[in-house]
């Protein structure tokens, strides 16, 4: 028996099938891509809606950046330090602690993030670094949010959310007769706090 060979109209019909097949396998790949892009931009939606201030804070550690405060101060410096409720940086030679609900904003020159804080660490609030500059007895500024002003002396005391700053003129030792007042401040009062001693 004889068998004719394909026409003509034959080949139209198999290449319209092929043409068919490969249109929707591209259509399919692109969905899957984008099926696979918007997956990735979810993804990365999430992270970063879990990034806490303090991650943010800690991937610029050892750089300089500016803060902006609530009391209307600005001050620049290289980040050296960032606790679960304060971050350090140095001046000229100063350590200047700002709290961070004392923030209005942080100018950096990237985006770099860190990781949470361990464990100790993220226990370390502004109370325990107030009572480290209260043990050396350090002098420090202690600038208030409003109005705007600053005072000069020693921390004589910490409480769980105020401290007691014993007034004295710069460069004199913390003798009692050398204090003209005791200042109570509370935590949420405090704007920026500057001392020559550096915080570890």
């Given at each position: 028996?004889?068998?004719?060979p394909?026409?003509?109209?034959?080949?139209?019909?198999?290449?319209?099938?092929?043409?068919?097949?490969?249109?929707?396998?591209?259509?399919?790949?692109?969905?899957?891509?984008?099926?696979?892009?918007?997956?990735?931009?979810?993804?990365?939606?999430?992270?970063?809606a879990?990034?806490?201030?303090?991650q943010?804070?800690?991937?610029?550690v050892?750089?300089?950046?500016?803060?902006?405060?609530?009391?209307?101060?600005?001050?620049?410096?290289?980040?050296?330090?960032?606790?679960?409720?304060?971050l350090?940086?140095?001046?000229?030679?100063?350590?200047?602690?700002?709290?961070?609900?004392?923030?209005?904003?942080?100018?950096?020159?990237?985006r770099?993030?860190?990781?949470?804080?361990?464990?100790?660490?993220a226990?370390?609030?502004?109370?325990?670094?107030?009572r480290?500059?209260?043990?050396?007895?350090?002098?420090?500024?202690?600038?208030?949010?409003?109005?705007e002003s600053?005072?000069?002396?020693v921390?004589?005391r910490?409480?769980?959310?105020?401290?007691?700053?014993?007034?004295?003129?710069?460069?004199?030792?913390r003798?009692a007769?050398?204090?003209?007042?005791?200042?109570?401040?509370?935590?949420?009062?405090?704007?920026?706090?500057?001392?020559?001693?550096?915080?570890?």
């Open positions: 028996m004889e068998v004719d394909p026409s003509a109209a034959t080949y139209r019909g198999a290449m319209r099938w092929d043409a068919l097949f490969t249109d929707l396998e591209s259509q399919l790949q692109e969905a899957a891509s984008a099926q696979q892009e918007s997956e990735i931009r979810e993804r990365t939606r999430g992270e970063q879990r990034l806490t201030l303090v943010r804070l800690s991937g610029q050892g750089r300089q950046v500016g803060v902006s405060t609530r009391g209307g101060r600005s001050v620049t410096g290289v980040l050296t330090n960032v606790g679960a409720q304060w350090a940086l140095a001046v000229e030679g100063r350590s200047v602690i700002v709290p961070l609900p004392a923030l209005r904003t942080v100018r950096a020159s990237d770099a993030v860190g990781q949470p804080l361990p464990g100790i660490e226990k370390l609030g502004l109370g325990l670094l107030l480290a500059l209260s043990r050396d007895r350090a002098q420090v500024a202690l600038w208030v949010t409003s109005p600053g005072y000069f002396g921390i004589d910490v409480g769980a959310d105020f401290l007691e700053l014993a007034l004295i003129a710069r460069g004199d030792e003798r007769a050398g204090v003209r007042e005791v200042l109570t401040v509370p935590f949420s009062s405090i704007d920026t706090l500057e001392s020559e001693s550096s915080i570890e």
